[in-house]
């Protein structure tokens, strides 16, 4: 079985431009995630998507992060204009049962903002 | 702060040895999840553990859960050099929607 896949796996930017990270879950899952970490925490989640539907986005910067999940299945997350402080790594995980049970997680794309 | 805290924020053992980690949470759970992350391999589930249990097993890892005290322990027997990772517990609350909140992890090293 194919796990979580995620593009691109590194990212710099400069801070005010914009990057676009994707994901692929696992086939069938219905459930999706965007969790960031920061250097030395735990993921922290962003947004909760079950098939095209947003479940929870609470913890998610509204002004600059968005998320999307088209036929749910393949999800992009956008941040426009970036700050210094989204430098962290983002991952994406999946899961079967509406998200009761455990979470399968991408490689993760690590972003530096300069 | 966060729901789920560990305790120690870092270990190192010898080979061999056991490796013992806590983890304390605030509020009324359906399950507790352990994870491990590493490098190589990125961020793996090891075990779910729900509220009305109190122990698990998996291999030479065993989880204890113990909703009185809001606490949960994960001890890895027999450590190997292969198990040095930071290891998070993830809390499911009945409270938020069952989001699953991450806490700050252990990060264990196991020196040969």
């Known amino acids: 079985e194919a796990g979580v896949a995620q593009s691109p796996r590194y990212k710099i930017i400069e801070k005010r431009q914009s990057v676009a990270f994707w994901c692929n879950p696992i086939?069938?899952?219905?459930?999706l995630y965007w969790y960031q970490q920061i250097l030395g925490q735990g993921p922290k989640l962003l947004i909760q998507?079950?098939?095209?539907?947003?479940?929870?986005d609470s913890q998610l910067p509204k002004d600059r992060f968005s998320a999307e999940r088209l036929k749910g299945v393949d999800s992009t997350l956008k941040i426009q204009p970036a700050k210094l402080e989204d430098s962290a790594v983002y991952l994406c995980?999946?899961?079967?049962?509406?998200?009761?049970?455990?979470?399968?997680f991408g490689p993760g794309t690590r972003l530096t903002v300069t | 702060s966060q729901q789920g805290e560990e305790d120690p924020q870092a270990l190192s053992i010898q080979e061999g040895e056991n490796a013992t980690m806590n983890c304390s949470y605030k509020?009324?759970?359906?399950?507790l999840q352990w994870y491990r992350q590493n490098s190589g391999r990125g961020l793996v589930h090891l075990i779910l553990?729900?509220?009305?249990?109190r122990e698990k097993h998996s291999g030479r890892l065993r989880v204890t859960l113990d909703t009185s005290k809001k606490s949960s322990s994960l001890l890895i027997t027999a450590s190997r050099a292969a198990d040095t990772a930071s290891y998070f517990c993830?809390?499911?609350?009945?409270?938020?929607?069952?989001?699953?909140?991450f806490g700050g992890g252990t990060r264990v090293l196991v020196k040969p």
């Open positions: 509020t009324s759970i359906n399950n």
């Open positions: 998507f079950q098939n095209n539907g947003v479940v929870d």
């Open positions: 995980a999946s899961s079967s049962n509406k998200g009761y049970d455990e979470q399968y």
């Open positions: 086939s069938g899952h219905a459930t």
């Open positions: 553990i729900r509220s009305n249990e």
């Open positions: 993830a809390t499911r609350l009945k409270a938020a929607g069952n989001k699953l909140t």
